[in-house]
């Protein structure tokens, strides 16, 4: 092929307030064109206008003369339907709206699990232990993006920062939750 179509990208209002969009677009991994939805903010609170204010803005300069502002189209039902039609892939913090089969669409949600770290058994993690679990001997920390570590004998380690030998993982529908125990343990 001689020349290939550029991608078109559809950002809708609500993925204009998640500021994670900003971030992800500063990358540089996707190119193309942007076709950005002004939200709709009568009667919305203060901060929320001024928060899409800074994000249009901050959009506005890193995608420069490859980013429009679209106007008119508010409801979920106009979003999907123009971007089917027009072949546009979504780029969105709408989970429900991302749900359509029928159309291409990548969310928040998903780019950033995709960069998460794997806890692989028998890795290393630096964890502060900040209180008891549930059996008399655990510990708990948490990792950055709020990954909760359970540490079996870790209870004796409140209030320091230990390393931990990774024993495996569990994804729950509160988020992922790594189990392991300390690297080092003491001699009796």
Not at 8 to 25: E, H, N, S
Not at 99 to 118: E, G, H, M, R, Y
Not at 166 to 176: D, E, F, P, R, Y
């Amino acid at each position: 092929m001689l020349f290939k179509k550029e991608k078109v990208f559809l950002i809708d209002p609500l993925t204009i307030l998640d500021g994670r969009i900003c971030d992800f677009l500063a990358l540089g991994l996707v190119s193309g064109k942007f076709l950005v939805m002004e939200p709709s903010l009568e009667g919305k609170e203060d901060w929320m206008k001024k928060k899409a204010e800074e994000n249009l803005e901050k959009l506005k300069k890193l995608l420069g003369k490859n980013m429009m502002v679209v106007k008119g189209i508010k409801s979920e039902e106009e979003i999907r339907q123009w971007a089917k039609e027009k072949k546009f892939c979504l780029l969105t913090a709408n989970e429900e709206l991302a749900k359509d089969k029928n159309l291409s669409a990548i969310t928040l949600q998903q780019i950033f699990d995709s960069v998460k770290p794997a806890y692989l058994p028998g890795s290393l993690i630096n964890v502060k232990i900040v209180k008891k679990g549930k059996d008399a001997d655990e510990g708990i920390g948490y990792l950055e993006g709020g990954v909760k570590v359970i540490v079996d004998g870790g209870a004796k380690y409140i209030g320091q920062e230990i390393e931990v030998s990774v024993l495996g993982s569990l994804n729950t529908s509160i988020g992922k939750v790594v189990f392991g125990k300390p690297k080092y343990t003491e001699l009796k």
